[in-house]
């Protein structure tokens, strides 16, 4: 639970609480102190660390006593955090400043807001936010300051930006200095999902598009004067090997800007410490991980990720700076997922996947917890774990099993419908919809429904936004029936590595 723990089996009042900040301790480290005496001594590292160094006493105060011990804790990365950086709706005003103080409760550290559909952060780059917008921002960094979260401004010019043309470089700084003038500090430059690409004009300056990049990259550092640190995400923030794009950027891009990299694939199956070691050799620095996860703005886009993150070396930090997820559009549906990686990023090396799930279950489904768990599993199945199909229960067919499967995940969706929090209950409706209707569909293959009476069922089904991991039942009647409109299958992703701990 901590890095240190030396509990007593003595409880004692807390009469003195004194506070000492020591910058000797690990970035957003703590220790706490209870002695005998009931006098308590907290130091910190920083502000962050004097708040969760107060929830840890709390946590271990019990009928307003505490125990006699000594605990030290600290995170496995210096920055922990997420990004907004899906395609689709970005978020509501409102959904981002209720991110903050989950957060600061995930002892998470930072955001990055990055919409790709945000069209004044990609699209429209060159244009200011108009003062409405403006002005949320501003009331959005003030939110993640008053939460002690790092706000970082991220933009993405790079899919026409002039690297040949002055007046670029001067539209793009003065754009980041006006966020500047709001408060923000910490900026990121993304250059993702680009042709890597120069003019002819430019290419007499560049001799390829990572000098160019990197010549960007450096101007904004040397005339903003960001903030520690300046993240950059090159063209090239995959693969577990060198690319002479990385080899540019060893030459050329300053030693003072952090590099995002995801993996060696854009959603990556697992992340090995060799891997780490490797990427930490190509860009000449420690890197910092951009996690595709639980984004699913990928085939198949009809999946929505509950499963906790896996496949992730228990010593990443010893290679990384730093480690972000990148959410997905489902605001709701994320805080499942993302606590797992929050517990990741605090504890790589003590993390436990199946724990660290059944806390975010028991935290988020309250009330309702059986219920959760029923379809926290139904939905588990993401690119790092992916549980055996049902398909073998049919092909026997194995109609206890399945019986049994479809009554208790049709009473889990009831009891969510009624219990489950409003705004999940509200987001996820597609997808429990989809689901319920399987199961009444199964009840009727079950009670020897007819095909044309299965065969009304694919149209609610195939126009589902959202479905689920296992859809074995519905591939088994298409290849029972010969339907005039067969059930949409989803295709897996191709798994390149598969990973168990």
Request: aromatic share 14%; proline share 5%.
């Amino acid at each position: 639970m901590y890095k240190e723990f030396y509990p007593l089996n003595q409880f004692v009042a807390i009469k003195k609480r004194r506070y000492r900040k020591d910058g000797a301790l690990p970035p957003d480290g703590f220790t706490v102190e209870v002695k005998s005496s009931g006098e308590c001594l907290i130091t910190y590292q920083s502000v962050r660390a004097k708040s969760y160094a107060r929830a840890a006493l709390k946590s271990q105060t019990i009928g307003g006593k505490a125990p006699v011990m000594r605990l030290k804790d600290y995170p496995s990365f210096p920055l922990r955090g997420v990004v907004e950086g899906f395609y689709g709706k970005p978020y509501t005003h409102e959904q981002r400043a209720a991110l903050m103080p989950l957060l600061k409760k995930l002892k998470m550290n930072a955001y990055i807001y990055a919409p790709k559909d945000d069209e004044y952060h990609r699209a429209r780059w060159r244009e200011d936010y108009p003062q409405a917008e403006a002005e949320k921002l501003k009331e959005l960094f003030e939110s993640a300051k008053k939460n002690e979260i790092d706000f970082f401004f991220a933009i993405s010019p790079g899919n026409d930006f002039d690297f040949a043309n002055g007046r670029d470089y001067e539209i793009l700084l003065q754009k980041l200095k006006k966020v500047k003038a709001m408060g923000v500090t910490k900026f990121a430059l993304l250059m993702d999902d680009i042709e890597p690409k120069l003019s002819e004009e430019a290419k007499k300056s560049f001799s390829s598009p990572a000098a160019a990049h990197a010549y960007l990259a450096n101007y904004l550092l040397e005339n903003l004067c960001p903030a520690s640190p300046f993240l950059f995400c090159p063209t090239d923030y995959m693969q577990n090997f060198d690319t002479p794009y990385r080899e540019e950027l060893r030459k050329t891009l300053d030693k003072k800007i952090e590099v995002f990299w995801t993996g060696y694939n854009t959603v990556a199956e697992a992340i090995t410490e060799e891997d780490g070691e490797t990427v930490t050799r190509a860009f000449d620095r420690k890197p910092v991980l951009w996690d595709n996860y639980p984004v699913n703005d990928f085939n198949p886009k009809r999946r929505v990720y509950f499963g906790a993150i896996a496949g992730r070396g228990r010593k990443l930090h010893e290679s990384h700076i730093g480690y972000i997820a990148n959410l997905s559009e489902l605001y709701e549906c994320n805080k499942i997922p993302l606590a797992t990686m929050a517990d990741y990023a605090w504890d790589c090396e003590g993390y436990d996947a199946e724990q660290s799930l059944e806390s975010a279950v028991r935290e988020y489904f309250k009330g309702c917890v059986n219920a959760g768990r029923v379809f926290v599993k139904e939905n588990a199945a993401n690119i790092m774990r992916a549980p055996l199909r049902r398909t073998k229960l049919f092909e026997t067919p194995n109609f206890k099993a399945l019986n049994r499967h479809y009554l208790r995940v049709y009473a889990a969706l009831i009891t969510l419908q009624e219990k489950a929090p409003e705004a999940f209950r509200e987001e996820a409706k597609e997808l429990i919809g989809f689901m319920k209707t399987e199961c009444e569909l199964y009840f009727r293959y079950q009670g020897g429904g007819k095909k044309e009476t299965m065969q009304a069922y694919a149209e609610p089904l195939n126009g589902s936004r959202y479905a689920p991991y296992d859809l074995s039942f519905l591939k088994h009647l298409n290849e029972t029936y010969s339907f005039e409109t067969p059930f949409t299958v989803d295709e897996d992703r191709v798994i390149y590595r598969n990973w168990e701990k």
